[in-house]
Protein backbone atom coordinates (compact mmCIF):
# COMPACT_ATOMS: atom_id res chain seq x y z
CA UNK A 1 0.00 0.00 0.00
CA UNK A 2 2.72 2.07 0.63
CA UNK A 3 4.60 1.98 -2.27
CA UNK A 4 0.99 2.58 -4.22
CA UNK A 5 1.13 5.80 -2.35
CA UNK A 6 4.47 6.55 -3.26
CA UNK A 7 4.07 6.41 -6.60
CA UNK A 8 0.58 8.12 -6.88
CA UNK A 9 2.68 10.96 -5.54
CA UNK A 10 5.54 10.97 -8.01
CA UNK A 11 2.66 10.62 -10.36
CA UNK A 12 1.29 14.06 -9.05
CA UNK A 13 4.33 16.13 -8.70
CA UNK A 14 5.44 14.68 -12.12
CA UNK A 15 2.20 16.03 -13.13
CA UNK A 16 2.15 19.55 -11.66
CA UNK A 17 5.77 19.83 -12.72
CA UNK A 18 5.08 19.32 -16.74
CA UNK A 19 2.20 21.83 -15.90
CA UNK A 20 4.80 24.68 -14.32
CA UNK A 21 6.86 23.94 -17.47
CA UNK A 22 4.69 24.22 -19.88
CA UNK A 23 3.10 27.80 -18.64
CA UNK A 24 6.87 28.50 -17.86
CA UNK A 25 7.27 27.45 -21.48
CA UNK A 26 4.11 29.76 -23.05
CA UNK A 27 5.17 32.77 -20.35
CA UNK A 28 6.93 35.19 -22.73
CA UNK A 29 4.31 34.76 -25.50
CA UNK A 30 1.73 35.50 -23.22
CA UNK A 31 3.03 38.04 -21.84
CA UNK A 32 3.10 39.29 -25.72
CA UNK A 33 0.27 38.91 -26.13
CA UNK A 34 -2.06 40.30 -23.75
CA UNK A 35 0.81 42.38 -21.98
CA UNK A 36 3.11 44.02 -24.43
CA UNK A 37 1.21 44.28 -27.78
CA UNK A 38 -1.44 46.17 -26.72
CA UNK A 39 0.76 48.89 -25.55
CA UNK A 40 2.80 49.53 -28.70
CA UNK A 41 2.46 52.39 -31.02
CA UNK A 42 2.85 51.32 -34.95
CA UNK A 43 2.87 54.61 -35.91
CA UNK A 44 6.16 55.41 -34.31
CA UNK A 45 9.05 53.34 -36.03
CA UNK A 46 11.79 53.75 -32.94
CA UNK A 47 13.21 53.09 -30.15
CA UNK A 48 12.07 53.98 -26.21
CA UNK A 49 15.54 54.95 -24.20
CA UNK A 50 15.49 55.58 -20.65
CA UNK A 51 19.17 57.40 -19.64
CA UNK A 52 20.33 57.18 -16.62
CA UNK A 53 23.44 57.16 -14.06
CA UNK A 54 24.70 60.82 -14.88
CA UNK A 55 28.01 60.85 -15.20
CA UNK A 56 28.80 64.48 -13.54
CA UNK A 57 26.32 66.23 -10.79
CA UNK A 58 23.09 67.14 -13.01
CA UNK A 59 19.29 68.37 -11.66
CA UNK A 60 17.77 65.02 -12.82
CA UNK A 61 18.69 61.21 -12.52
CA UNK A 62 17.36 60.36 -16.04
CA UNK A 63 15.35 61.07 -18.76
CA UNK A 64 13.12 59.36 -21.48
CA UNK A 65 13.15 59.93 -24.85
CA UNK A 66 12.15 58.73 -28.85
CA UNK A 67 14.84 57.64 -30.74
CA UNK A 68 14.45 56.89 -34.94
CA UNK A 69 15.08 52.95 -35.64
CA UNK A 70 16.90 53.80 -38.62
CA UNK A 71 19.79 55.04 -37.14
CA UNK A 72 22.87 54.03 -34.87
CA UNK A 73 21.24 54.74 -31.39
CA UNK A 74 23.97 56.62 -29.15
CA UNK A 75 24.25 56.53 -25.25
CA UNK A 76 24.21 60.03 -24.41
CA UNK A 77 27.90 61.30 -23.12
CA UNK A 78 26.27 62.86 -19.89
CA UNK A 79 24.92 59.50 -18.58
CA UNK A 80 26.52 55.78 -17.99
CA UNK A 81 23.59 53.55 -19.08
CA UNK A 82 20.99 53.58 -21.03
CA UNK A 83 18.22 51.16 -21.47
CA UNK A 84 16.08 50.89 -25.00
CA UNK A 85 13.19 49.14 -25.67
CA UNK A 86 11.42 48.24 -29.62
CA UNK A 87 9.19 45.87 -30.50
CA UNK A 88 9.98 44.05 -33.88
CA UNK A 89 7.17 42.60 -35.99
CA UNK A 90 8.98 39.74 -37.58
CA UNK A 91 7.88 39.40 -41.22
CA UNK A 92 7.34 35.62 -41.41
CA UNK A 93 8.57 32.66 -39.39
CA UNK A 94 12.16 31.87 -40.24
CA UNK A 95 15.69 31.70 -39.50
CA UNK A 96 17.16 34.94 -38.67
CA UNK A 97 20.80 35.61 -37.50
CA UNK A 98 20.84 38.92 -35.36
CA UNK A 99 23.99 41.19 -36.00
CA UNK A 100 25.01 43.74 -33.25
CA UNK A 101 27.22 45.83 -32.87
CA UNK A 102 28.23 48.18 -29.52
CA UNK A 103 31.30 50.35 -28.63
CA UNK A 104 30.18 49.80 -24.49
CA UNK A 105 29.39 47.02 -22.22
CA UNK A 106 26.22 46.02 -23.85
CA UNK A 107 23.47 43.55 -23.65
CA UNK A 108 20.23 42.16 -25.95
CA UNK A 109 17.57 40.19 -25.02
CA UNK A 110 14.67 39.05 -27.39
CA UNK A 111 11.70 37.96 -25.68
CA UNK A 112 13.59 38.35 -21.56
CA UNK A 113 16.11 35.83 -23.30
CA UNK A 114 19.71 36.92 -23.23
CA UNK A 115 20.62 37.20 -27.52
CA UNK A 116 23.88 38.87 -27.37
CA UNK A 117 26.39 40.76 -25.51
CA UNK A 118 29.25 42.62 -25.65
CA UNK A 119 32.53 42.00 -23.59
CA UNK A 120 32.78 43.39 -20.72
CA UNK A 121 35.08 46.34 -19.21
CA UNK A 122 35.67 47.17 -23.71
CA UNK A 123 35.86 49.97 -25.28
CA UNK A 124 36.24 48.75 -28.66
CA UNK A 125 33.94 48.17 -31.18
CA UNK A 126 32.21 44.60 -30.71
CA UNK A 127 30.05 42.76 -33.65
CA UNK A 128 28.30 39.46 -32.51
CA UNK A 129 25.78 36.95 -34.40
CA UNK A 130 23.53 35.03 -32.90
CA UNK A 131 21.05 32.55 -34.57
CA UNK A 132 17.41 32.25 -34.03
CA UNK A 133 14.10 30.67 -35.15
CA UNK A 134 11.15 33.70 -35.03
CA UNK A 135 7.47 33.01 -35.68
CA UNK A 136 5.70 35.75 -37.17
CA UNK A 137 4.63 38.51 -35.17
CA UNK A 138 5.52 40.71 -32.70
CA UNK A 139 9.01 40.18 -30.40
CA UNK A 140 10.36 42.71 -27.47
CA UNK A 141 14.08 43.57 -28.26
CA UNK A 142 15.87 45.32 -25.15
CA UNK A 143 19.15 46.45 -25.28
CA UNK A 144 21.26 48.11 -21.96
CA UNK A 145 24.13 49.84 -22.84
CA UNK A 146 26.56 51.01 -20.10
CA UNK A 147 29.85 53.54 -19.91
CA UNK A 148 31.26 54.15 -17.00
CA UNK A 149 32.74 57.49 -18.73
CA UNK A 150 29.32 58.28 -20.23
CA UNK A 151 28.99 57.59 -24.68
CA UNK A 152 28.93 55.19 -26.56
CA UNK A 153 26.77 53.57 -29.21
CA UNK A 154 24.82 50.63 -30.80
CA UNK A 155 23.40 49.01 -34.18
CA UNK A 156 21.98 46.65 -34.68
CA UNK A 157 20.13 44.08 -37.84
CA UNK A 158 18.87 40.62 -39.18
CA UNK A 159 19.72 38.63 -41.58
CA UNK A 160 17.63 36.06 -43.47
CA UNK A 161 17.47 33.28 -45.90
CA UNK A 162 18.04 32.88 -48.79
CA UNK A 163 19.93 36.57 -49.43
CA UNK A 164 21.71 36.91 -46.01
CA UNK A 165 21.89 40.29 -46.19
CA UNK A 166 21.86 42.99 -43.34
CA UNK A 167 18.84 44.45 -43.28
CA UNK A 168 18.23 47.54 -40.48
CA UNK A 169 15.32 47.42 -37.88
CA UNK A 170 12.79 50.15 -39.54
CA UNK A 171 10.18 51.22 -41.33
CA UNK A 172 6.99 49.27 -40.58
CA UNK A 173 8.30 46.17 -39.31
CA UNK A 174 8.84 48.09 -35.41
CA UNK A 175 6.86 49.94 -33.35
CA UNK A 176 7.07 51.40 -30.43
CA UNK A 177 6.21 50.57 -26.48
CA UNK A 178 3.91 53.21 -24.29
CA UNK A 179 3.22 50.91 -21.46
CA UNK A 180 4.47 51.84 -17.95
CA UNK A 181 5.05 48.56 -16.40
CA UNK A 182 7.71 47.32 -19.47
CA UNK A 183 10.12 46.51 -16.83
CA UNK A 184 7.83 44.41 -14.59
CA UNK A 185 6.66 42.30 -17.60
CA UNK A 186 10.44 42.24 -19.13
CA UNK A 187 11.14 40.61 -15.35
CA UNK A 188 8.47 37.87 -16.24
CA UNK A 189 9.56 36.92 -19.04
CA UNK A 190 13.09 36.70 -17.85
CA UNK A 191 12.19 34.16 -15.03
CA UNK A 192 10.31 32.04 -17.22
CA UNK A 193 13.41 30.64 -18.07
CA UNK A 194 15.22 30.08 -14.74
CA UNK A 195 11.78 28.77 -13.73
CA UNK A 196 11.63 26.45 -17.01
CA UNK A 197 14.25 24.73 -15.64
CA UNK A 198 13.59 24.37 -11.62
CA UNK A 199 10.25 22.85 -13.06
CA UNK A 200 12.26 20.47 -15.35
CA UNK A 201 14.42 19.14 -12.65
CA UNK A 202 11.35 18.40 -10.44
CA UNK A 203 9.70 16.22 -13.29
CA UNK A 204 12.86 14.52 -13.96
CA UNK A 205 13.14 13.82 -10.44
CA UNK A 206 9.78 12.64 -10.14
CA UNK A 207 10.01 10.22 -13.01
CA UNK A 208 13.06 8.81 -11.83
CA UNK A 209 11.62 8.38 -8.70
CA UNK A 210 8.65 6.49 -10.15
CA UNK A 211 10.62 4.05 -12.37
CA UNK A 212 14.02 3.55 -10.27
CA UNK A 213 11.64 0.97 -7.71
CA UNK A 214 10.58 -0.80 -10.80
CA UNK A 215 14.05 -1.57 -12.24
CA UNK A 216 14.80 -3.81 -9.08
CA UNK A 217 11.98 -6.27 -9.81
CA UNK A 218 12.46 -6.11 -13.68
CA UNK A 219 15.61 -6.34 -15.73
CA UNK A 220 13.91 -4.85 -19.25
CA UNK A 221 13.32 -1.79 -17.12
CA UNK A 222 16.05 -1.97 -15.32
CA UNK A 223 17.78 -1.74 -19.26
CA UNK A 224 15.69 0.66 -21.03
CA UNK A 225 16.18 3.35 -17.73
CA UNK A 226 20.07 3.01 -17.82
CA UNK A 227 20.25 3.52 -21.58
CA UNK A 228 17.98 6.42 -20.66
CA UNK A 229 20.13 7.91 -18.12
CA UNK A 230 23.10 7.33 -20.55
CA UNK A 231 21.29 8.51 -23.86
CA UNK A 232 19.21 11.55 -23.10
CA UNK A 233 21.89 14.09 -21.62
CA UNK A 234 24.14 13.46 -24.37
CA UNK A 235 21.52 13.60 -26.62
CA UNK A 236 20.40 17.00 -25.28
CA UNK A 237 23.67 19.05 -24.71
CA UNK A 238 23.42 21.69 -26.78
CA UNK A 239 25.58 22.83 -29.71
CA UNK A 240 27.96 25.34 -28.71
CA UNK A 241 30.11 24.97 -31.88
CA UNK A 242 29.22 27.65 -33.40
CA UNK A 243 28.03 25.78 -36.64
CA UNK A 244 26.32 27.91 -38.94
CA UNK A 245 22.52 26.02 -39.10
CA UNK A 246 21.58 24.36 -42.28
CA UNK A 247 19.11 26.90 -44.08
CA UNK A 248 17.58 24.56 -46.49
CA UNK A 249 14.10 23.97 -44.59
CA UNK A 250 13.36 27.52 -45.02
CA UNK A 251 14.45 27.57 -48.94
CA UNK A 252 12.46 24.30 -49.10
CA UNK A 253 9.58 26.33 -47.82
CA UNK A 254 9.77 29.23 -50.00
CA UNK A 255 10.35 27.37 -53.04
CA UNK A 256 7.02 24.89 -52.27
CA UNK A 257 5.51 28.25 -51.29
CA UNK A 258 6.24 30.04 -54.54
CA UNK A 259 6.59 27.16 -57.13
CA UNK A 260 8.72 28.65 -59.63
CA UNK A 261 9.08 27.69 -63.14
CA UNK A 262 12.45 28.88 -63.27
CA UNK A 263 14.97 29.15 -60.92
CA UNK A 264 18.28 31.26 -60.89
CA UNK A 265 21.65 29.95 -59.33
CA UNK A 266 24.34 31.87 -59.33
CA UNK A 267 26.68 34.78 -56.94
CA UNK A 268 26.51 38.76 -57.14
CA UNK A 269 26.19 38.04 -60.49
CA UNK A 270 22.83 36.76 -61.03
CA UNK A 271 21.81 39.24 -57.91
CA UNK A 272 23.55 42.55 -59.89
CA UNK A 273 21.37 41.27 -63.01
CA UNK A 274 17.87 40.03 -62.38
CA UNK A 275 14.87 41.09 -61.13
CA UNK A 276 13.14 38.82 -59.62
CA UNK A 277 9.71 41.00 -59.73
CA UNK A 278 10.31 42.69 -62.54
CA UNK A 279 10.66 39.03 -64.76
CA UNK A 280 8.08 37.70 -63.09
CA UNK A 281 5.75 40.96 -64.84
CA UNK A 282 7.60 40.27 -68.65
CA UNK A 283 6.62 36.31 -68.06
CA UNK A 284 3.09 37.26 -67.39
CA UNK A 285 3.17 36.65 -63.98
CA UNK A 286 4.60 33.04 -63.98
CA UNK A 287 6.63 32.62 -61.19
CA UNK A 288 10.57 32.91 -60.94
CA UNK A 289 12.82 32.43 -57.71
CA UNK A 290 16.75 33.49 -57.39
CA UNK A 291 18.87 31.36 -55.24
CA UNK A 292 22.48 34.06 -54.72
CA UNK A 293 25.23 32.89 -52.50
CA UNK A 294 27.38 35.99 -52.49
CA UNK A 295 30.70 34.91 -53.70
CA UNK A 296 30.27 31.46 -54.43
CA UNK A 297 31.36 29.74 -57.71
CA UNK A 298 30.99 26.50 -59.10
CA UNK A 299 31.47 24.45 -56.05
CA UNK A 300 29.07 26.64 -54.44
CA UNK A 301 26.40 26.15 -57.02
CA UNK A 302 26.84 22.63 -56.98
CA UNK A 303 26.14 22.48 -53.17
CA UNK A 304 22.80 25.13 -53.77
CA UNK A 305 21.61 22.70 -56.51
CA UNK A 306 22.13 19.88 -54.68
CA UNK A 307 20.70 20.71 -51.09
CA UNK A 308 18.59 24.35 -51.76
CA UNK A 309 16.81 23.34 -54.63
CA UNK A 310 16.29 19.28 -55.09
CA UNK A 311 14.99 18.24 -51.76
CA UNK A 312 12.59 21.52 -52.28
CA UNK A 313 10.67 18.54 -54.45
CA UNK A 314 10.11 21.30 -57.22
CA UNK A 315 10.41 20.82 -60.73
CA UNK A 316 11.03 23.74 -62.70
CA UNK A 317 10.81 24.44 -66.42
CA UNK A 318 14.45 25.43 -66.60
CA UNK A 319 17.47 26.15 -64.32
CA UNK A 320 19.70 28.84 -65.00
CA UNK A 321 23.45 28.95 -63.60
CA UNK A 322 25.13 32.31 -64.29
CA UNK A 323 29.08 32.35 -64.33
CA UNK A 324 32.17 34.18 -65.78
CA UNK A 325 34.78 33.11 -67.44
CA UNK A 326 36.23 29.78 -67.18
CA UNK A 327 34.60 29.21 -63.09
CA UNK A 328 32.81 26.50 -64.06
CA UNK A 329 36.01 23.66 -64.36
CA UNK A 330 37.54 25.94 -61.29
CA UNK A 331 36.77 23.29 -58.57
CA UNK A 332 38.78 24.40 -55.69
CA UNK A 333 37.76 28.50 -56.44
CA UNK A 334 36.22 30.09 -53.56
CA UNK A 335 36.40 27.08 -51.48
CA UNK A 336 38.38 27.80 -48.49
CA UNK A 337 38.54 30.54 -46.36
CA UNK A 338 36.49 31.95 -43.24
CA UNK A 339 33.67 33.39 -45.15
CA UNK A 340 32.81 30.43 -47.61
CA UNK A 341 33.40 27.77 -44.90
CA UNK A 342 30.49 29.32 -43.35
CA UNK A 343 28.98 29.48 -46.39
CA UNK A 344 29.29 25.87 -47.05
CA UNK A 345 27.82 25.16 -43.53
CA UNK A 346 25.16 27.26 -44.04
CA UNK A 347 23.84 25.64 -47.07
CA UNK A 348 24.73 21.69 -46.42
CA UNK A 349 23.51 19.79 -43.38
CA UNK A 350 26.53 17.93 -43.60
CA UNK A 351 30.07 17.40 -45.76
CA UNK A 352 29.36 16.47 -48.80
CA UNK A 353 31.81 13.59 -50.17
CA UNK A 354 31.89 15.17 -53.84
CA UNK A 355 32.49 18.51 -52.80
CA UNK A 356 34.88 17.26 -50.14
CA UNK A 357 36.68 15.09 -52.80
CA UNK A 358 36.55 17.73 -56.36
CA UNK A 359 37.28 21.28 -53.95
CA UNK A 360 39.64 19.48 -51.07
CA UNK A 361 40.91 16.53 -52.52
CA UNK A 362 39.54 14.65 -49.55
CA UNK A 363 37.90 11.28 -49.96
CA UNK A 364 34.91 10.45 -47.32
CA UNK A 365 35.10 6.82 -45.56
CA UNK A 366 32.32 4.65 -44.23
CA UNK A 367 34.37 5.62 -40.87
CA UNK A 368 33.92 9.34 -41.34
CA UNK A 369 30.04 9.20 -42.83
CA UNK A 370 29.69 7.15 -39.51
CA UNK A 371 31.14 9.83 -37.01
CA UNK A 372 29.56 12.82 -39.20
CA UNK A 373 26.04 10.81 -38.31
CA UNK A 374 27.26 10.67 -34.46
CA UNK A 375 28.01 14.46 -34.08
CA UNK A 376 24.63 15.07 -35.94
CA UNK A 377 23.16 13.10 -32.64
CA UNK A 378 25.78 14.07 -29.67
CA UNK A 379 26.40 17.48 -29.90
CA UNK A 380 28.76 16.85 -27.31
CA UNK A 381 31.46 15.46 -29.93
CA UNK A 382 31.08 18.97 -31.75
CA UNK A 383 31.80 20.65 -28.47
CA UNK A 384 34.91 18.98 -27.78
CA UNK A 385 37.53 20.89 -30.10
CA UNK A 386 35.66 24.07 -29.24
CA UNK A 387 36.33 23.21 -25.49
CA UNK A 388 39.87 22.01 -26.38
CA UNK A 389 40.55 25.43 -28.66
CA UNK A 390 39.14 27.75 -25.61
CA UNK A 391 41.31 26.15 -23.07
CA UNK A 392 44.74 26.38 -25.59
CA UNK A 393 43.58 30.10 -25.92
CA UNK A 394 43.12 30.70 -22.19
CA UNK A 395 46.44 29.25 -21.94
CA UNK A 396 48.48 31.08 -24.57
CA UNK A 397 47.24 34.46 -22.93
CA UNK A 398 48.00 33.54 -19.41
CA UNK A 399 51.67 32.22 -20.65
CA UNK A 400 52.64 35.58 -21.15
CA UNK A 401 54.90 36.91 -18.73
CA UNK A 402 55.26 40.20 -16.14
CA UNK A 403 52.55 41.76 -14.54
CA UNK A 404 50.03 44.93 -14.28
CA UNK A 405 50.43 47.60 -17.28
CA UNK A 406 53.75 45.65 -18.83
CA UNK A 407 51.69 42.29 -19.10
CA UNK A 408 48.80 44.03 -20.76
CA UNK A 409 51.47 45.82 -23.10
CA UNK A 410 52.61 42.93 -24.64
CA UNK A 411 49.86 40.72 -24.30
CA UNK A 412 48.67 43.72 -26.94
CA UNK A 413 51.61 43.66 -28.90
CA UNK A 414 51.33 39.74 -29.19
CA UNK A 415 47.68 40.21 -30.41
CA UNK A 416 48.38 43.18 -32.98
CA UNK A 417 51.33 39.97 -34.49
CA UNK A 418 48.67 37.33 -34.58
CA UNK A 419 46.12 39.85 -36.52
CA UNK A 420 48.93 40.70 -38.66
CA UNK A 421 50.68 36.99 -40.01
CA UNK A 422 47.03 35.35 -39.83
CA UNK A 423 43.80 37.58 -40.17
CA UNK A 424 45.29 38.89 -43.65
CA UNK A 425 45.17 35.47 -45.38
CA UNK A 426 41.48 35.67 -46.15
CA UNK A 427 41.18 39.49 -46.40
CA UNK A 428 38.79 40.14 -49.44
CA UNK A 429 37.04 36.19 -48.78
CA UNK A 430 33.91 38.00 -48.40
CA UNK A 431 33.39 39.54 -51.37
CA UNK A 432 32.89 39.08 -54.52
CA UNK A 433 36.33 40.14 -56.34
CA UNK A 434 36.29 41.46 -60.38
CA UNK A 435 39.80 40.03 -61.69
CA UNK A 436 38.58 37.19 -63.15
CA UNK A 437 39.06 38.56 -66.36
CA UNK A 438 40.03 35.67 -69.00
CA UNK A 439 42.65 37.82 -70.81
CA UNK A 440 44.37 38.45 -67.10
CA UNK A 441 45.66 34.80 -66.97
CA UNK A 442 45.87 32.06 -68.87
CA UNK A 443 43.11 29.92 -70.24
CA UNK A 444 42.90 26.81 -69.27
CA UNK A 445 42.21 23.69 -72.11
CA UNK A 446 38.38 22.79 -71.38
CA UNK A 447 38.94 19.03 -71.97
CA UNK A 448 42.23 18.82 -69.91
CA UNK A 449 39.99 20.40 -66.84
CA UNK A 450 36.48 19.23 -67.16
CA UNK A 451 36.65 15.58 -65.99
CA UNK A 452 38.20 17.21 -62.19
CA UNK A 453 35.59 20.08 -62.15
CA UNK A 454 32.16 20.65 -60.86
CA UNK A 455 30.30 20.20 -64.47
CA UNK A 456 30.00 16.50 -64.85
CA UNK A 457 28.34 16.28 -61.30
CA UNK A 458 26.10 19.29 -61.57
CA UNK A 459 24.72 17.68 -65.35
CA UNK A 460 24.91 13.80 -63.45
CA UNK A 461 22.52 15.70 -60.93
CA UNK A 462 20.15 17.73 -63.27
CA UNK A 463 19.51 14.23 -65.32
CA UNK A 464 18.63 11.98 -61.91
CA UNK A 465 16.19 14.49 -60.62
CA UNK A 466 14.87 15.49 -64.50
CA UNK A 467 16.33 19.47 -64.59
CA UNK A 468 16.93 21.25 -67.62
CA UNK A 469 20.10 23.54 -67.02
CA UNK A 470 20.92 26.31 -68.66
CA UNK A 471 24.09 27.90 -67.86
CA UNK A 472 24.61 31.87 -68.65
CA UNK A 473 28.13 33.69 -69.21
CA UNK A 474 27.57 36.97 -67.84
CA UNK A 475 29.78 39.63 -69.64
CA UNK A 476 33.08 41.41 -67.53
CA UNK A 477 33.11 44.85 -67.62
CA UNK A 478 33.51 46.53 -71.18
CA UNK A 479 36.90 48.71 -71.46
CA UNK A 480 36.66 51.90 -71.57
CA UNK A 481 33.44 51.26 -73.73
CA UNK A 482 34.41 49.23 -75.86
CA UNK A 483 33.27 45.98 -77.31
CA UNK A 484 34.15 43.09 -74.64
CA UNK A 485 35.98 40.45 -77.25
CA UNK A 486 37.61 37.19 -75.88
CA UNK A 487 40.95 36.26 -76.99
CA UNK A 488 41.82 33.07 -79.51
CA UNK A 489 42.24 30.91 -76.10
CA UNK A 490 38.93 31.94 -74.57
CA UNK A 491 36.76 31.67 -77.81
CA UNK A 492 38.16 28.22 -78.09
CA UNK A 493 37.23 27.15 -74.47
CA UNK A 494 33.92 28.67 -74.76
CA UNK A 495 33.31 26.29 -78.22
CA UNK A 496 34.31 23.12 -76.18
CA UNK A 497 32.14 24.33 -73.16
CA UNK A 498 29.51 24.50 -76.06
CA UNK A 499 30.08 21.21 -77.52
CA UNK A 500 29.95 19.36 -74.25
CA UNK A 501 26.93 20.83 -72.90
CA UNK A 502 25.13 20.37 -75.64
CA UNK A 503 26.08 16.65 -76.17
CA UNK A 504 24.96 16.57 -72.18
CA UNK A 505 21.61 18.29 -73.19
CA UNK A 506 21.81 21.36 -71.36
CA UNK A 507 21.96 24.92 -72.41
CA UNK A 508 24.38 27.47 -73.23
CA UNK A 509 24.23 31.51 -73.76
CA UNK A 510 26.75 33.87 -73.85
CA UNK A 511 26.69 37.64 -73.08
CA UNK A 512 29.85 38.74 -73.88
CA UNK A 513 29.85 41.11 -77.01
CA UNK A 514 26.68 42.13 -76.64
CA UNK A 515 26.05 45.62 -78.23
CA UNK A 516 23.01 46.41 -75.85
CA UNK A 517 25.19 46.11 -72.60
CA UNK A 518 27.75 49.07 -72.84
CA UNK A 519 30.00 50.32 -69.70
CA UNK A 520 26.99 52.68 -68.42
CA UNK A 521 24.87 50.17 -67.53
CA UNK A 522 27.94 48.97 -65.02
CA UNK A 523 28.26 49.66 -61.63
CA UNK A 524 31.04 48.27 -59.47
CA UNK A 525 33.36 46.44 -60.95
CA UNK A 526 31.11 43.38 -63.36
CA UNK A 527 28.39 43.99 -61.32
CA UNK A 528 25.32 46.05 -62.91
CA UNK A 529 24.43 49.27 -61.77
CA UNK A 530 20.23 48.46 -62.16
CA UNK A 531 19.39 44.82 -62.41
CA UNK A 532 15.91 46.57 -63.75
CA UNK A 533 17.78 47.79 -66.96
CA UNK A 534 19.45 43.78 -67.53
CA UNK A 535 16.29 42.10 -66.92
CA UNK A 536 14.58 43.05 -69.93
CA UNK A 537 17.71 42.55 -72.10
CA UNK A 538 17.81 39.10 -70.68
CA UNK A 539 14.21 38.47 -71.56
CA UNK A 540 14.66 39.34 -74.98
CA UNK A 541 17.83 37.45 -75.29
CA UNK A 542 16.88 34.10 -73.85
CA UNK A 543 13.29 34.13 -74.49
CA UNK A 544 13.28 30.59 -75.85
CA UNK A 545 14.58 29.21 -72.86
CA UNK A 546 12.01 31.21 -71.02
CA UNK A 547 8.71 28.96 -72.67
Not at 257 to 264: A, D, I, S
Amino acid sequence: MSKRLACNHCLYALALALLGLFCCIRLPSLVLQYAIIPGIDRESQGWWAQFSKPTRPLPVNGYEVFLPAARTIALNPDFKRVTTWIVWIVPTDSLYKIQFSAEAVSRVTLDGRTLLKAAPKSQSRQVEEKWCRLTQGPHLFRLDMYNKDGGGWFSIGFLRPPLMRLNALQGDMVAVLRSRNLEMWWRFMRLSRPAAWFFGLIAASALLAFLLPLTVTNRWYATIVTMVLILVPALSIPDISRREPYIGPVIHRQLRQKNPRYVFIGNSMLWSRIDDSLLEHLLGNVPVYSIVNFGGLSGIHYLALKYLLIPSGIRPRRVFIFFRGTTLVEPTARTTGPYFETLIKRITPAPDPVFERLAHGRVTSPAGIFQRYLDVLFSVQKNRKLVRDTVNRAAFWLSVPGTGKERRNKRNQLHILVNRQFSLKNVGAGTDKESLRSSSKGTCDFNDCVATSFLPALLDLARKHDLSLVFVRVQERPPDNAPVRDTPEMKRFMADLRSYLLQQGAGLYDFTGDPKLPLSLYGQGDHIEDPRQYTPIFYDRLRGFLQ
